[in-house]
């Protein structure tokens, strides 16, 4: 088991002409945070998305438990153990807490003991088990999750991948649209995840949350990998610079 949890290797995606991301390689351990930063349009989104299976590459390979692996959706990916949540959350807006974990793997039990039917309680109860393990205040699980805020929701999105026992959770501005207390407590949950072991890829404009909790920092600027570091061996000063590039630092002194 010494290969890391996902390897990454000269991944490229182009859009026509534009090159969103340009042989960008990199390794992802067991217990490790590793936070995405660069500049809007530094291609940290088409990364996440061609590694999760919303985008194919063009050209680079992508290595699950040290095995080579392509995923043509995301419900692959998801079934391989790597879960995603995008910027929107892609929950279901008109729909509670356990439907959302269940979302796409709907429990259903028999009806009468033959007509299929969605299996509410059973969803409903399971759901609870892993909100309680998140410790964040969720005031009722019958509610639709439109009636939640960003922090609650975040955290059901997270209670999904936790409870399917995903081993890669990645994670695109988790904090973006986050008061500073609902903040504070997604970085704590990334905490958890890595204490339990996952392996977590986060991105962030936020340096605050980057250093908070990630072990590696990898920037990229457009479309290239800028740069690689541990977090204990840098700085804000060296990741701003590697985000916009070293003709900045010139002009700046
Ligand atoms: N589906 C797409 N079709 C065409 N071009 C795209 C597509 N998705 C992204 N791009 C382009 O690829 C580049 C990288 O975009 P991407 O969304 O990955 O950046 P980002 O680093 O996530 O930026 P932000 O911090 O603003 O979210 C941009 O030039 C963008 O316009
Ligand atoms: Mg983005």
Known sequence: MNDPILRVRGLSKHFGGVHA???VSFDLERGEVLALAGDNGAGKSTLIKTIS?????NAGEIWLRGIPTTFATPR???EAGIETIYQDLALADNLDVGANVFLGRERMRRRFGLLPALDRRL????????VETLDIAMPRLDLPVRALSGGQRQAVAIGRAIFWNAEVLIMDEPTAALGVPEQRKVVALIKSLRAAGKAVIFISHN??????VAD????LRRGQKAGERRAAQTNDDEIVRLIVGESMQGRAG
């Open 21 to 23: 991301i340009e042989n």
């Open 53 to 57: 299976g919303v985008h194919t590459p």
């Open 76 to 78: 692959e990916a998801r």
């Open 123 to 130: 969803m409903r109860a399971e759901a609870a088990r892993v």
């Open 207 to 212: 340096l605050g949350d980057i250093f908070a």
């Open 216 to 219: 590696r920092i990898l920037v």
